[in-house]
């Protein structure tokens, strides 16, 4: 199944600013599309139907078709600035609002403007989030351009307009998170971010105390440098997009696969296996 991921452009990323196609022994395919509302996109959330895959670029989000045709589009929202997006339990597209520090949720159809789930500045800058089987939210608060943060997790029951602080892991410094087939919350992680020594690993927590389970990381076996888009594969694996190549885990065991792509300037942001 052919593996797309976004590559960042401009002063956040001196990627490709692409939605890149991969085979499956991730030989690079070239742009998924060529729609220039594409702009330095970033996350990327298959859709509750088949067939729709929906990314965030620039100031709209659009729904993709199998032959990547933009079949929806949001049009412009001044600010949007996206980071990160997902489907929920209630079928809507949400997406990580980093200027705004909140979660967006649309409808399905892209038509409207949505509405925050989440109050605003409920984080000082959010780096992903995922729901579990109960529709309790996860939101990974790290650190932003500017240094400022606070490295942790935090969660939503009911009551979405009250943070719980789930984690406390000095090592921590989130860029990604989701939520694996057994429940536990997964982040990937750069600490201290953005600096040349930075630790970056694959992080596993209990989603009820935050306990710290497992660490994933590359073992020498990739470069694994500046991990952010995090997805499970069908095939039950753990793969993270990355600086250069896409990183395989073998989530059951706990090990590390080695790159599954690799290509210069590649500065991966999100992926999904498409289509379904």
Do not use: W
């Amino acid at each position: 199944m052919p593996l797309l991921v976004t590559s960042a452009s401009g002063a956040n990323g001196d990627g490709y600013g692409a939605l890149l196609a991969f085979d499956d022994g991730g030989a690079p395919l070239g742009p998924f599309s060529d729609d220039d509302r594409i702009v330095d996109p970033r996350g990327l959330a298959p859709g509750a139907e088949p067939g729709l895959l929906f990314l965030n670029s620039a100031e709209r989000v659009l729904a993709l078709d199998t032959a990547g045709q933009v079949v929806a589009d949001t049009g412009v929202i001044a600010g949007l600035n996206p980071g990160g997006g997902t489907f929920g339990p209630d079928g809507r597209c949400y997406v990580g609002l980093r200027d705004a520090r909140t979660v967006l949720a649309l409808p399905p159809d892209l038509q409207g403007a949505g509405e925050d789930v989440l109050p605003r500045g409920i984080v000082p800058f959010p780096r992903g989030f995922g729901f579990n089987a109960e529709g309790k939210l996860f939101l990974a608060s790290g650190v932003g351009p500017d240094g400022k943060g606070d490295n942790t997790i935090v969660a939503f029951s009911g009551d979405r307009t009250r943070a719980v602080r789930l984690v406390d892991d000095p090592a921590l410094s989130p860029l990604d998170l989701t939520v694996a087939p057994n429940g536990n919350v997964v982040v990937s992680s750069e600490h201290p971010f953005g600096t040349p020594a930075a630790i970056t690993t694959i992080r596993e927590y209990d989603p009820e105390s935050g306990r710290l389970v497992r660490v994933f990381s590359a073992s020498g076996l990739a470069e694994f440098r500046r991990p952010r888009g995090l997805r499970f594969g069908a095939d039950g694996r753990l793969y993270c997009a990355a600086q250069d190549e896409v990183v395989a885990f073998d989530f059951t065991r706990g090990g590390c696969l080695g790159a599954i792509v690799r290509l210069p300037q590649l500065h991966g942001q999100a992926l999904a296996f498409f289509p379904p």
